[in-house]
């Protein structure tokens, strides 16, 4: 795929979301776009961790422009024009980073953000996400026309309440078919066993990534993906077979994929 627009391509939109602050889902997104830009697929990753997005840090970037920049253009925005925010990474993947102010957030509307990603879509085989904590007025769209939500949560008793209370409000805005439940840090020491999770929070099945602290605070405070820099690393194994798993045929969601953004699930409930 060339970068250049292509209105018949649409990429798929993967959203990293946890119902919890601190959960993996900047580790999880940054190394996640790395093993896929490995496998030959054009990646954008998103910062819409509006107030404290720190994708860009984790990446060892400085970006000269963030999605702030890009709310006066958004009337005239096209795909040439997306291009000029994003930050190059030197592993090919790209970057639109988080407004580097908390206070510039809620100059990004749900809008905004949503037809940013509808038009690198057009650009990228897969733009992934990280929709910050729980769902939000300006994620809210997002989510709901994204292919695959990975839903990331540890064992900690705090993370599964709050993980279950937000996989049933996915369920009640009728997405919850796009959920892949994570599990990051799989064996910490926990009285809940890995294993008991997806069931606990109504799931089939999880995707399981192991606790490595060393690892992935090296990684992040580095701003080195541990897929690039510890690629036989037990972290970058799971990261890799998840970006496998992402990819395979059965991983679309067919069903419940639709090709517009419609208007935001609260208003147009609210006009019944
Ligand atoms: N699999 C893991 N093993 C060990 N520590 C982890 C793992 N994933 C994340 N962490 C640690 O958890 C903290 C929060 O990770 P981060 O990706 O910034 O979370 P979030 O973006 O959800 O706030 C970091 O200190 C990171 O090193
Ligand atoms: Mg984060």
């Known amino acids: ?36 830009n490995k496998k030959n697929l054009n990646i954008c990753i998103v910062d819409g961790d509006l107030q404290f997005g720190d994708i860009s840090l984790a990446m060892d970037l400085q970006p000269s422009f963030t999605i702030k920049d890009v709310v006066d253009e958004i009337d005239q925005l096209d795909a040439g024009g997306v291009g000029s925010y994003l930050t190059d ?90 959920v892949r439940l994570v599990i990051n840090r799989y064996n910490m020491e926990s009285l809940i066993e890995a294993d008991e999770v997806p069931k606990m929070l109504g799931e089939n099945k999880g995707i399981y990534i192991p606790n490595n602290f060393k690892l992935a605070s090296q990684s992040l405070n580095l701003g080195i993906p541990f897929v690039i820099s510890q690629s036989k690393s037990d972290l970058s194994k799971a990261i890799f077979k998840m970006a496998e798993g992402l990819t395979s045929k059965d991983s679309t969601f067919q069903a419940t994929k639709k090709k517009s953004i419609l208007p935001n699930i609260f208003s147009s409930k609210a006009k019944g």
């Open 1 to 36: 795929m060339s970068e250049t627009e292509n209105t018949n391509h649409l990429g798929k939109v993967i959203a990293v979301c946890s119902a919890k602050g601190g959960i993996g889902r900047t580790l999880i997104s940054v190394n996640l776009a790395v093993a896929l």
């Open 89 to 178: 990474h030197s592993s090919g993947v790209k970057v639109l980073s988080a407004p580097d102010r908390p206070e510039y957030a809620e100059l990004v509307t749900g809008n905004v953000l949503a037809k940013t990603v509808r038009i690198l879509q057009q650009q990228f085989d897969y733009v992934i996400v990280d929709n910050g904590i729980g769902i939000q007025d300006q994620t809210v769209d997002l989510i709901e026309h994204s292919d695959q939500i990975l839903m990331v949560t540890n064992l900690e008793m705090t993370a599964l309440k709050n993980t279950k209370l937000m996989l049933e409000t996915l369920g009640q805005l009728g997405i919850r078919d796009k």
